[in-house]
């Protein structure tokens, strides 16, 4: 069946601009994850939901970073007047649930580019 | 809080070497423990995990078994191949972190012919 994807695959913007980026979970898939990969920090984890709420919102790095889910599918994450150290590879991933046992399934990532 | 420490690397070997990357971590509780793997140009991929003391994970000859009293993880692979270049993800999940991954930084392994 499909994975997880995420669009755009690359975004460049100028700093200062505002970004949305997507991610479409695998279907029946009830928890969704944001991560981010740099250089500098690794793999980092941002914000996860369970359905359309998000108990850990602990990994946003500043009030420029938000994110949203509809209709326990899709999410979106936004970043606000983007910044150069905002650059990284954004990686989404589901898993059926929060429990231990489950899988998390990434998908392929944006790379975001702040010039 | 949770945290992983991982062989940064890279790591260079042969084909048909023996593979060990070293991995331990801080969690309270009781993580479950997972090697990622990120071929080239790929997604990141699960390789195998171990969700308790003394269990032993394994996939594509790849071992890793949970060892609490020395909080490690440590990933093998007895023969390597070209096939296996790819940067090693260690990450733990649970203890005060129950949704969310914690990685290490990541090993970059490349295996010439």
């Known amino acids: 069946g499909a994975g997880v994807s995420q669009s755009p695959s690359n975004k460049v913007t100028e700093k200062g601009k505002d970004v949305e980026l997507r991610c479409d979970p695998i279907s029946g898939h009830t928890a969704l994850y944001w991560y981010r990969q740099s250089l500098g920090q690794g793999l980092e984890f941002l914000i996860y939901?369970?359905?359309?709420?998000?108990?850990?919102k602990s990994g946003l790095p500043s009030d420029r970073f938000s994110a949203e889910r509809t209709g326990g599918s899709v999410s979106t994450l936004t970043i606000q007047r983007t910044q150069q150290e905002d650059s990284a590879v954004y990686l989404c991933?589901?898993?059926?649930?929060?429990?231990?046992?489950?899988?998390?399934?990434f998908g392929p990532g944006t790379r975001l580019t702040v010039t | 809080g949770n945290s992983v420490t991982q062989m940064e690397g890279p790591v260079t070997l042969s084909e048909e070497a023996f593979l060990t990357i070293n991995c331990t971590y801080t969690a309270t509780g009781y993580p479950s423990l997972f090697w990622y793997v990120q071929y080239p140009g790929e997604g990141l991929q699960l390789l195998l995990k171990a969700t308790k003391a003394d269990d032993k994970g394994s996939n594509k000859g790849f071992e890793a078994t949970y060892r609490k009293e020395t909080t490690s993880f440590h990933l093998e692979k007895g023969s390597v191949q070209v096939s296996d270049s790819a940067v090693y993800f260690c990450?733990?999940?649970?203890?005060?972190?129950?949704?969310?991954?914690?990685f290490g930084q990541g090993t970059i392994l490349t295996v010439h012919p």
């Open positions: 990450a733990l999940r649970g203890g005060t972190s129950y949704g969310k991954l914690t």
């Open positions: 939901f369970q359905g359309n709420s998000a108990p850990d």
């Open positions: 991933a589901s898993s059926l649930g929060t429990g231990f046992s489950y899988e998390q399934y």
